[in-house]
């Protein structure tokens, strides 16, 4: 159960053929003064062992970009302390807008997104990944991105 984001909220199509940017499935460079990692913000479903992922995108300081990329396919990187960095996706279904959450980036093993833990406000997606959602708060979720013209949930 999840849902993605293919871009940072600040990737722009022209970027694409630029020389200076880069969107790969898992990094991006905008202009050589922006960096982002894609990871999974995990909201556990009550009642249940699976969990609600979302595919986000987090803005890094350059140099955590560089120690993320530098250790990117190296056994052992889990074990490397979180990168600090600013949540850069927009999440259609929550109010307030979630650009510019605070977040820690967890690296995971090899093959695994990164693990995004946001700082733990009263912004109902931060309440949402630590208190959890039920299966109906998953099937409206589901509703809103599939449906968009249905408009913003406000919370």
């Known amino acids: 159960m999840n849902y993605t984001a293919e871009a940072p909220a600040v990737w722009d199509p022209t970027f694409t053929d630029a020389d200076d940017c880069l969107l790969s499935s898992d990094q991006c460079v905008i202009q050589a003064q922006h960096y982002f990692v894609k990871?999974?913000?995990?909201?556990p479903v009550i009642g249940s062992d699976e969990v609600f992922s979302w595919g986000a995108w987090?803005?890094?300081s350059r140099e955590n970009f560089s120690?993320?990329?530098?250790?990117?396919?190296?056994p052992g990187r889990e074990s490397?302390?979180?990168?600090?960095?600013?949540?850069?996706?927009?999440?259609p279904v929550y109010s307030p807008t979630t650009l510019n959450l605070k977040t820690n980036v967890?690296?995971?093993p090899i093959g695994q997104r990164?693990?995004?833990?946001?700082?733990?406000t009263d912004h109902p997606l931060a309440v949402e990944q630590r208190a959890g959602i039920t299966q109906d708060r998953v099937r409206e979720i589901a509703a809103a991105v599939l449906h968009p013209s249905?408009?913003?949930r406000q919370q």
């Open 150 to 152: 249905r408009g913003r």
């Open 106 to 108: 967890h690296t995971r």
């Open 39 to 43: 990871g999974l913000i995990e909201i």
């Open 58 to 60: 987090v803005s890094l």
């Open 114 to 120: 990164p693990f995004i833990e946001l700082e733990p």
């Open 80 to 91: 490397e302390k979180p990168y600090f960095g600013w949540l850069t996706t927009d999440l």
């Open 67 to 74: 120690r993320a990329a530098d250790v990117w396919d190296t």
